[in-house]
């Protein structure tokens, strides 16, 4: 598509980054689920999938989807700089999406890890891969994150041990606001990798196959104050 040279001037400017190699995961449940960097032309079944949990304030999701769907849209609508997107599909079928951001060659900025398929470890393993992304792939130094959910401190915060950078220096503030700021250093992150980032590599193309097309997903979290 030509670009008018307004539309040129908005966008951020981006650096090439390296593909994230896909992978496929053995579930508890016996499911395989395949992660992958989501493309562009795929956030109507992204954005479609994150709205209906705009609406439930259960376990945090109205926030962590609200931001989320603004992230996918600023992603798509080349709003962002350096963004990406990993989504875990089972058979097709979204499972669960992270978003993150490379910042500069030493800095990745985490933004936000949702759970569609519950029950089966399915955000921890995403957001691992995302971990994996930014340090192994990327070769970032470090990456900050927040949690806006008392799981996601439990599950990010306290299981990784990471760093309270906000505790050190109160000045630093991740981008998505005033939350305290913790880091994934390589040092934790070598310590870790072999427990939390599962997955094998390279998918066998039937198995890659099933996820080359997203599919929204018609069963959701039964949450209180979820409606269809």
Not at 48 to 62: M, R
């Amino acid at each position: 598509m030509a670009l008018d040279d307004m539309e040129k001037k908005l966008r951020p400017p981006e650096i090439e980054l390296k593909p994230y190699p896909p992978k496929m995961i053995k579930l508890a449940s016996g499911e395989i689920m395949v992660v992958r960097e989501a493309r562009r032309e795929e956030v109507g079944a992204l954005l479609g999938t994150v709205y209906p949990l705009i609406g439930v304030p259960s376990d945090y999701y109205d926030i962590v989807a609200v931001r989320m769907y603004s992230e996918i849209l600023g992603w798509y609508r080349y709003r962002v700089a350096n963004e990406f997107v990993l989504v875990g599909a089972i058979n097709g079928v979204i499972a669960g999406i992270v978003t993150s951001r490379h910042v500069h060659a030493g800095l990745g900025m985490s933004l936000h890890t949702m759970t569609i398929k519950r029950g089966l470890r399915v955000g921890a393993q995403l957001f691992a891969a995302k971990m994996e992304h930014h340090i192994d792939i990327l070769g970032e130094d470090e990456v900050w994150i927040v949690a806006e959910s008392p799981n996601g401190f439990k599950r990010w915060m306290i299981e990784y041990q990471l760093e309270d950078r906000s505790a050190q220096f109160p000045e630093t503030r991740h981008e998505l606001g005033g939350v305290p700021t913790f880091v994934l250093t390589k040092k934790l992150w070598n310590a870790v990798r072999d427990v939390k980032c599962t997955g094998t590599r390279p998918v066998p193309a039937d198995i890659l196959k099933t996820a080359d097309k997203l599919i929204m997903p018609t069963d959701y979290p039964q949450l209180p104050g979820f409606k269809r």
